[in-house]
């Protein structure tokens, strides 16, 4: 699906270090600009969502 996706994806999918990615999506999250669609349970990763391109794919619209 189109704007969601795991902390494990977004840490696999960039060259960066594994706490700068955490901060970078603390950062995110503080600025709505992502949003928590489940919390991280045990081995299972934090799930997230850019609802605003959640929005434009799924209704055609901002």
Do not use: D, H, N
Not at 19 to 39: N, P
Not at 50 to 61: K, N, S
């Amino acid at each position: 699906m189109p704007g969601v996706f795991t902390s494990t994806e977004f840490y696999q999918s960039r060259a960066i270090p594994r706490k700068s990615v955490e901060r970078i999506l603390g950062q995110l999250r503080e600025s709505a600009i992502i949003r928590v669609l489940s919390e991280k349970e045990g081995r299972k990763p934090a799930m997230y969502i850019f609802p605003r391109l959640l929005a434009i794919t799924e209704e055609g619209r901002l």
